[in-house]
């Protein structure tokens, strides 16, 4: 592994990438302060079967890509690299058009007798039109990774994220007035919209890209062989899981309301939990989501050299340092929530969701950075099963749970997948890569590290204040220094008695 390209390419990556997801959270806050928890329940089962059919029509095609460009160009076949990712393009946008037609013509039946909710049919037209840009950029994407150029993509997602902010304050004053149906649909007009421009700027940045490669494509022996073998386990796999998590989220105000919510109060519950109190803890993980994209091509090149030392020390220390930022980020929640909750929404019962779902973060976390290293492991076929056990169990909690119990069923149902997802994952890394877990130093020193420390702050300062932007910043701030001193002493402290046993042993 070039060391000096990775790390360049994972600061650059992790400063974009912060850019573009501070913008998403800011606007969350945007748009639930002008359509409510209630038009955010409501967006929320729109996308969720938008995010079924961009799944159906390009689920596994950056993973394709990545994987056949990394492989091609490894062996130094440049011309076959380019036929790859034309190969590719064409499959998933020819795909993606056949999805997005039927949509648009089912677009009725779906919002009316699936998603209970006729408000949803408008949007679900709109969104249609988005799945051959999102398919294509997808491929390109998949490019990009396996040429160290995430970059690209990073600020690719952050002119979506620009042009998504800008058609929906450009139009949101004729549409909001005109009732929720037509408000979300302004809120994906500039999804749609931030598509189409996106898909345009990757299309001219990878133009400019290959021209070092040359223009000639030749074609690769097997590749279609290849390919299916790539992109089928991650496909069913996010087709099913897709699937799954759409009947869950229809599920939930269904769910709800046979606990005796009404429709409205049922959509503002799902809003708060999946559209706000969500949005805003899996915020910090984008500086984990740089290294877990980076890290497929990093491990598919030390695989294919069969550098098993290389990948379990890539292993270690990502898995290490993983652990440590998450428990550190769930235990600011934990203590800070009400706080955070006030400041970000002005509402504080979204604290307690806030704190309340703050243990399972060190294991969403984790998940996300195991599942890259297991694609880049080729490992795909353990992702497929452990996605298929989550996702069946989460629908079977959610549709036994929910009726019995309400909210409380919810955040059950979130820390039972948490669990059983990130544990299988892990598990697998750890014998595939042979990981010398440490139990103490990565979880157990941290955990007490943070509670601690949170108890510490919040007997010292107050829980609310009129400046609570500066209280926030203050205790999240000197929070993250104790906590960073504390491990950082801790690891030194190890290093030490390690290298005297050495010495006096």
Same mark, same amino acid.
């Given at each position: 592994?070039?060391? *000096?390209?990775? =790390?360049?390419?994972?600061?650059?990556?992790?400063?974009?990438?912060?850019?573009?997801?501070?913008?998403?959270?800011?606007?969350?806050?945007?748009?639930?302060?002008?359509?409510?928890?209630?038009?955010?329940?409501?967006?929320?089962?729109?996308?969720?079967?938008?995010?079924?059919?961009?799944?159906?029509?390009?689920?596994?095609?950056?993973?394709?890509?990545?994987?056949?460009?990394?492989?091609?160009?490894? %062996?130094?076949?440049? @011309?076959?690299?380019?036929?790859?990712? %034309?190969?590719?393009?064409?499959?998933?946008?020819?795909?993606?058009?056949?999805?997005?037609?039927?949509?648009?013509?089912?677009?009725?039946?779906?919002?009316?007798?699936?998603?209970?909710?006729?408000?949803?049919?408008?949007?679900?037209?709109?969104?249609?039109?988005?799945?051959?840009? !999102?398919?294509? +950029? +997808?491929?390109?994407?998949?490019?990009?990774?396996?040429?160290?150029?995430?970059?690209?993509?990073?600020? *690719?997602? $952050?002119?979506?994220?620009?042009? *998504?902010?800008?058609?929906?304050?450009?139009?949101?004053?004729?549409?909001?007035? !005109?009732?929720?149906?037509?408000?979300?649909?302004?809120?994906?007009?500039?999804?749609?919209?931030?598509?189409?421009?996106?898909?345009?700027?990757?299309?001219?940045?990878? $133009?400019?890209?290959?021209?070092?490669?040359?223009?000639?494509?030749?074609?690769?022996?097997?590749?279609?062989?290849?390919?299916?073998?790539?992109?089928?386990?991650?496909?069913? +796999?996010?087709?099913?899981?897709?699937?799954?998590?759409?009947?869950?989220?229809?599920?939930?105000?269904?769910?709800?309301?046979?606990?005796?919510?009404?429709?409205?109060?049922?959509? %503002?519950?799902?809003?708060?939990?999946?559209?706000?109190?969500?949005?805003?803890?899996?915020?910090?993980?984008?500086?984990?989501?740089?290294?877990?994209?980076?890290?497929?091509?990093?491990?598919?090149?030390?695989?294919? +050299?069969?550098?098993?030392?290389?990948?379990?020390?890539?292993?270690?220390?990502?898995?290490?340092?993983?652990?440590?930022?998450?428990?550190?980020?769930?235990?600011?929640?934990?203590?800070?929530?009400?706080?955070?909750?006030?400041?970000?929404?002005?509402? %504080?019962? $979204?604290?307690?969701?806030?704190?309340?779902?703050?243990?399972?973060?060190?294991?969403?976390?984790?998940?996300?950075? =195991?599942?890259?290293?297991?694609?880049?492991?080729?490992?795909?076929?353990?992702? $497929?099963?452990?996605?298929?056990?989550?996702?069946?169990?989460?629908?079977?909690?959610?549709?036994?749970?929910?009726?019995?119990?309400?909210?409380?069923?919810?955040?059950?149902?979130?820390?039972?997948?948490?669990?059983?997802?990130?544990?299988?994952?892990?598990?697998?890394?750890?014998?595939?890569?042979?990981?010398?877990?440490?139990?103490?130093?990565?979880?157990?020193?941290?955990?007490?590290?943070?509670?601690?420390?949170?108890?510490?702050?919040?007997?010292?300062?107050?829980?609310?204040?009129?400046?609570?932007?500066?209280?926030?910043?203050?205790?999240? @701030?000197?929070?993250?220094?104790?906590?960073? @001193?504390?491990?950082?002493?801790?690891?030194?402290?190890?290093?030490?008695?390690?290298?005297?046993?050495?010495?006096?042993?």
């Amino acid at each position: 592994m070039k060391k *000096e390209i990775f =790390v360049k390419n994972a600061l650059l990556l992790t400063a974009i990438t912060l850019i573009t997801r501070s913008l998403g959270v800011f606007f969350r806050i945007y748009i639930s302060g002008k359509i409510g928890a209630e038009g955010i329940g409501l967006m929320g089962l729109a996308m969720t079967v938008y995010s079924f059919s961009a799944t159906f029509a390009a689920s596994g095609i950056t993973l394709t890509v990545t994987r056949l460009v990394t492989d091609t160009l490894a %062996k130094d076949n440049k @011309a076959g690299a380019l036929f790859a990712v %034309k190969r590719c393009v064409a499959f998933s946008v020819i795909m993606s058009a056949a999805v997005g037609v039927c949509l648009f013509v089912f677009s009725n039946e779906i919002g009316t007798y699936f998603l209970k909710d006729s408000r949803s049919v408008l949007s679900l037209k709109v969104l249609s039109a988005s799945l051959p840009f !999102m398919a294509a +950029s +997808s491929c390109l994407r998949g490019y990009f990774f396996a040429r160290r150029q995430a970059v690209k993509t990073a600020l *690719e997602q $952050l002119l979506e994220q620009v042009c *998504e902010i800008g058609v929906f304050m450009t139009v949101s004053l004729r549409f909001i007035p !005109m009732g929720l149906e037509y408000a979300c649909c302004g809120v994906v007009l500039g999804t749609t919209l931030a598509e189409f421009f996106s898909f345009f700027f990757s299309l001219a940045l990878y $133009l400019h890209d290959v021209k070092r490669l040359g223009r000639k494509s030749e074609k690769v022996p097997s590749f279609a062989k290849k390919a299916l073998a790539i992109g089928t386990p991650v496909t069913l +796999s996010s087709c099913l899981r897709s699937g799954l998590s759409m009947a869950e989220n229809v599920l939930i105000p269904y769910g709800l309301k046979k606990y005796g919510a009404d429709s409205s109060t049922a959509l %503002k519950e799902y809003g708060k939990i999946t559209g706000m109190a969500m949005p805003v803890l899996i915020f910090p993980n984008v500086f984990l989501y740089s290294f877990a994209m980076l890290m497929i091509p990093e491990m598919s090149e030390a695989k294919i +050299s069969g550098n098993h030392r290389t990948i379990s020390r890539m292993a270690q220390r990502v898995m290490r340092f993983s652990l440590v930022f998450s428990i550190c980020v769930a235990t600011m929640f934990l203590f800070f929530g009400d706080d955070i909750a006030m400041l970000i929404y002005g509402d %504080k019962s $979204l604290g307690f969701f806030i704190k309340v779902l703050s243990p399972i973060i060190p294991f969403l976390y984790l998940d996300n950075v =195991v599942d890259g290293m297991l694609k880049g492991l080729n490992e795909q076929l353990h992702y $497929l099963i452990y996605n298929i056990i989550d996702s069946v169990t989460r629908v079977i909690l959610t549709f036994t749970l929910l009726p019995l119990m309400g909210t409380k069923g919810v955040i059950i149902v979130c820390y039972v997948s948490a669990i059983l997802n990130s544990g299988l994952s892990t598990l697998r890394l750890i014998k595939v890569a042979h990981i010398d877990m440490k139990i103490f130093s990565w979880i157990i020193f941290p955990v007490i590290t943070g509670i601690s420390t949170g108890l510490i702050i919040n007997a010292i300062l107050p829980r609310y204040s009129e400046n609570s932007l500066f209280l926030v910043i203050t205790k999240c @701030a000197i929070f993250i220094l104790i906590f960073t @001193a504390a491990v950082y002493l801790s690891n030194r402290v190890s290093e030490n008695g390690f290298n005297n046993k050495i010495t006096h042993g």
